[in-house]
């Protein structure tokens, strides 16, 4: 399972390293948006994409 944080959110990164996730590689995340005018304004913040292994057994769901 993976996903990416921004490199200005630490908490959210030591959260996920917490939890088991482990960095893989840095990348730029472009997003765009529209204002209340309408103008458009696009963004590029760099981030790092963290994955963490599943286990590969059945599930344990509870079922009703």
């Known amino acids: 399972m993976g ?3 921004r490199d200005g959110n ?4 030591a959260l996920y390293a917490r ?3 482990r960095p893989t590689v840095t990348y730029v995340d472009r ?3 529209l204002d209340a005018e309408g103008v ?3 963004h590029a913040e760099p981030c790092v994409f963290l994955v963490k292994k599943l286990p590969s057994g059945p599930l344990d769901v509870k079922r009703p």
């Open 10 to 13: 630490p908490r959210a990164a």
């Open 31 to 33: 997003y765009a948006h």
């Open 19 to 21: 939890l088991g996730h």
């Open 40 to 42: 458009r304004h696009e």
């Open 3 to 5: 996903l990416g944080v």
